[in-house]
């Protein structure tokens, strides 16, 4: 029964819940679909966390820069079809006692395993570091068991780890706060190991890392200080995941697709679509998934005081980087790029709409265009209890919304018309829900990063005067006559002494430590927005650059003088592990590198004078400025501060 009108819609649905209770609570429900009957469907069943106001409106609004934040009471349920005539089973209690957590629910690729991150309730007494920490786990459908992936807690509590997802290979890819490879790094420099903090925040950075189905073979694939959620592995074989970006003063989160060895890592969709709704509200990007068409799914949500829901859309990052913005292969191509599957009727905002609002959702992959989804209508209070949304009271500027009642619905995209599978619970919210169902594994790309032993890269640049695809003197004070060769032109009219452009200086983002348990006198009163000076390399006469830069750790080179940024047409990097493309005018690239400690721990990169071709680059080493830090170049010029890190 399709609806053109939301608010319509919202009242039908409504009273067919209010049928399902009629039936006497579980007993009735959907009717047969063999489409739907034939796999298992899971699902976290959770209440909002009241403030210590306890007022029943008085919740803690769910934020999607803090994925560790705990819901206790809540379990992990599932049912043997989507149906409300199969009952629910818990398969968490006994490892959560009814007083634990579950989220970031992942299917296998056969339908057969679920997995997902739980925490264990708080102990009574124990210090904050001494807490439970969120651990991977997996429940095998087949034989009704359930395992903690990473066995001995000694192990197990070393970081915090959610988002898991299955990689083809039967490895597991998540989101952790362990950061072996970054402390490997610290250590390689001669400080203290630490755990990083997102950039100007006290909140531990989340990156991704992989790891056996045993929990063997931990590593990390990225490096930046940031929070790296919900990867998800595509058709392709790629990662797409979500980022909070919070380098250089950013404050958005964006879609990224990176390899699972940890190469090739793109900012992928996003990074200027957060003011695209028809209200102006900003959004932000949460829960991606691939759709069977190959698309993007995502749910648009702002950061909080959305009770953790929004709306759903489509993206199409094969041929758009931006709302409206299409990639470089693709000029002129009409449209956004982007489209809601609800119409745009669901809310994306902090102010409710008649479309209700949507927290999780999972595509079926049988070819019916349907998707599992959690959904609210919208609500609001009068008399200090919960009625359905109108356009009269959400016209009212003091309108305050009720907390909501997300339950599961089979979704007929095409129809636009929602299928209660069971009833909701007062006080509780379904979350976080999967169809066990078996798709297409998807490609398995080799693991590049092991088969080198090579531990640094060549940066090699061909020409800084070119310039995202057009020429720039760098400032320098020259005539040019024609636009066919002017690059050449500008070589054969000016001296080397002339141009501005004479090194690439090499810098990374300062990664501040815990201040509980580290301090850096000499950097007390200085802000944030610093980075560490990792080295200098000399610009060669004819404008080009090549450097062996280390691997494993985010750094960005810049050209000396105030203009920044070179094409990536004109950019290659051998053996880095990161390069950050931005697919329509690249302004900076960025490699991964890690600092070794030589010559009693001064920093150095090693250097091969040798020329690779005949007429080509030499490939230099970069003099280093070992633990130097200065103001972000975008801030202006300022002092350079010797640092040192001590322990408290």
Request: one cysteine or more; proline letters at 8%; aromatic letters at 8%.
């Amino acid at each position: 029964m399709a609806m053109n009108s939301k608010g319509l819609q919202q009242i039908i649905i409504v009273a067919l819940v209010a049928g399902l209770a009629a039936c006497g609570g579980g007993g009735g429900g959907s009717p047969q679909d063999p489409l739907v009957d034939s796999f298992h469907i899971a699902y976290v069943k959770r209440p909002f966390p009241l403030r210590e106001t306890e007022l029943p409106n008085d919740i803690i609004q769910p934020d999607v820069r803090d994925p560790l934040l705990f819901y206790p009471k809540s379990d992990l349920y599932i049912r043997d079809h989507a149906s409300a005539q199969a009952p629910p089973r818990n398969i968490t209690l006994a490892a959560t006692g009814g007083e634990g957590d579950v989220k970031d629910v992942d299917v296998s690729y056969d339908g057969k395993k679920l997995l997902f991150a739980l925490k264990k309730p708080d102990i009574e007494g124990r210090q904050p570091e001494e807490q439970p920490t969120w651990n991977i786990w997996e429940y095998n459908i087949e034989t009704d068991t359930l395992r903690k992936i990473i066995e001995q807690d000694i192990f197990s509590e070393e970081g915090q780890d959610i988002a898991p997802a299955y990689l083809p290979d039967g490895r597991i890819i998540f989101s952790s706060s362990r950061q072996y490879g970054s402390k490997e790094t610290l250590t390689n420099e001669a400080k203290p190991r630490y755990t990083s903090l997102v950039d100007q925040e006290q909140q531990h950075a989340m990156m991704l890392h992989v790891m056996n189905d045993d929990g063997t073979d931990i590593r990390q694939i990225t490096f930046a200080p940031v929070i790296d959620m919900d990867p998800y592995v595509r058709g392709d074989g790629k990662v797409i995941f979500t980022r909070w970006d919070r380098f250089s003063g950013s404050d958005a989160v964006n879609i990224y697709s990176i390899n699972p060895d940890g190469t090739d890592l793109q900012l992928l969709y996003g990074a200027h679509s957060h003011d695209t709704r028809p209200n102006g509200s900003t959004i932000q990007y949460s829960q991606v998934r691939e759709y069977p068409d190959g698309r993007v799914l995502t749910i648009l949500r702002p950061f909080t005081d959305s009770f953790a829901g929004g709306d759903i859309v489509l993206i199409d990052t094969d041929k758009f980087a931006d709302y409206g913005k299409p990639t470089k292969d693709n000029p002129g191509l009409a449209g956004t790029g982007q489209v809601s599957l609800t119409g745009e009727g669901a809310s994306a905002s902090e102010t409710p709409t008649l479309g209700g609002r949507y927290i999780s959702v999972f595509p079926l992959w049988d070819g019916s265009n349907r998707s599992l989804v959690s959904w609210t209508p919208c609500r609001m209070l009068e008399n200090d209890l919960p009625v359905p949304c109108t356009e009269a009271g959400l016209a009212n500027s003091d309108v305050v919304e009720a907390v909501p009642i997300y339950n599961l619905y089979i979704y007929d995209h095409a129809q636009q018309t929602k299928l209660p599978i069971f009833l909701p619970e007062t006080g509780k919210a379904v979350t976080d829900v999967v169809a066990a169902q078996p798709r297409t594994y998807p490609v398995d790309l080799d693991d590049t990063v092991e088969s080198s032993t090579e531990k640094t890269g060549i940066l090699h640049i061909r020409s800084v005067y070119d310039f995202d695809g057009g020429f720039n003197s760098r400032g320098a004070d020259v005539t040019m006559t024609g636009p066919e060769n002017p690059i050449r032109e500008f070589l054969q009219k000016t001296e080397p002494d002339d141009r501005n452009a004479r090194f690439l200086r090499l810098i990374k983002n300062f990664v501040r430590p815990d201040r509980d348990h580290f301090s850096i006198p000499n950097l007390a009163n200085r802000g944030g927005d610093l980075v560490e000076i990792i080295g200098y390399a000399p610009i060669e006469p004819d404008g080009s650059v090549k450097v062996r830069v280390p691997l494993m750790c985010p750094s960005v080179f810049r050209l000396s003088i105030k203009t920044v940024g070179v094409s990536m047409n004109d950019v290659t990097c051998h053996g880095c592990r990161y390069a950050r493309v931005k697919r329509w005018n690249v302004m900076v690239a960025t490699i991964t590198t890690v600092i070794r400690p030589m010559d009693g721990g001064m920093l150095l990169l090693q250097s091969t004078p040798a020329r690779t071709k005949a007429g080509s680059s030499p490939v230099r080493g970069a003099v280093c400025w070992p633990n130097t830090v200065r103001p972000w170049p975008r801030r202006g010029h300022g002092s350079v501060v010797r640092m040192k890190i001590v322990k408290v």
